[in-house]
């Protein structure tokens, strides 16, 4: 009978050694695991942020280039297309009936960044056109000859509201019966969108064709950025709140009643 113990003592070894052997290659499996799902979670973020950036570029280059169009000289092309009566600002600012449009246009940077004859009006009766609608199939829509992000932009005017103030809507020291001594307030919206990540479309509706304006809808689905999301193509919106008016004319009083004819002018002592 003790001759026998040895022999066994061998045959339990080899099993501890083999299962010590698997819960290491356990180990070393789930090791692996946790790195490869460490690293395709950073792989994402990374590419996240990077369209997140492309993104918020792409829609805050549109307000750069109309803010510089109006700021700058009125002896250039774009200033005066933009302040005509067919343009973004002149339509709401020459036309008295234009208080619940919504001026659209794709911007195309590459070029003049606006065109007056691809614009669209959306109207409480629906759109007066196509043209303004960024277009995925067309390359000349895109930001860049990449033909990566567009940016579509809506200009409308802000709605009245209780919280402003009285005549803020007029140039002081002017006459509030002449055009060029009020001053408007515009909503500007800009969405740069992504369309080789999915449709722009969501069944039978163009997510281009959408409205920026949330205070008309009661669905935000119904607007740009709303339906962008529901189709699960990547865009963001940048709003601004702009003033525009005459600033040749923007000169206050100073000594009230002190002023000659319809321009304000500096004390002489």
Do not use: W
């Not at 070894?13 to 790195?35: D, N, P, R």
């Not at 950073?42 to 829609?59: C, G, K, M, V």
């Amino acid at each position: 009978m003790p001759s026998s113990y040895p022999s066994e003592l061998p045959v339990a070894q080899q099993g501890a050694v083999l299962i010590v052997v698997l819960l290491f290659l356990m180990l070393i499996i789930l090791v692996g695991v946790i790195a490869v799902r460490q690293s395709t979670t950073d792989l994402r973020l990374a590419t996240s942020d990077q369209i997140n950036t492309l993104l918020l570029q792409s829609a805050d280059n549109a307000h750069q280039n109309i803010e510089q169009s109006i700021n700058g000289s009125s002896n250039t092309n774009i200033y005066n297309d933009m302040i005509s009566r067919s343009g973004p600002f002149g339509h709401f600012m020459l036309n008295s009936d234009s208080i619940d449009h919504e001026y659209i246009f794709c911007f195309r940077p590459r070029g003049q960044f606006f065109d007056i004859n691809k614009a669209s009006i959306i109207t409480p009766s629906g759109s007066l056109n196509n043209k303004g609608y960024c277009n995925p199939a067309v390359s000349d829509d895109y930001i860049s000859a990449r033909n990566a992000s567009m940016t579509q932009v809506s200009v409308a005017l802000t709605p009245p509201s209780s919280e402003n103030e009285p005549f803020r809507s007029y140039t002081i020291g002017q006459d509030s019966s002449e055009i060029s001594s009020q001053a408007f307030t515009f909503d500007i919206n800009s969405t740069a969108v992504l369309p080789a990540y999915g449709d722009t479309s969501v069944g039978s509706k163009n997510c281009f064709e959408q409205t920026s304006r949330l205070h008309s809808v009661n669905d935000t689905a119904d607007t740009i950025g709303g339906c962008m999301t529901k189709a699960g193509v990547p865009s963001t919106v940048i709003y601004e709140m702009a003033n525009v008016e005459n600033q040749s004319k923007r000169t206050k009083c100073v000594n009230f009643g002190k002023g000659s004819g319809k321009l304000c002018t500096l004390p002489t002592s």
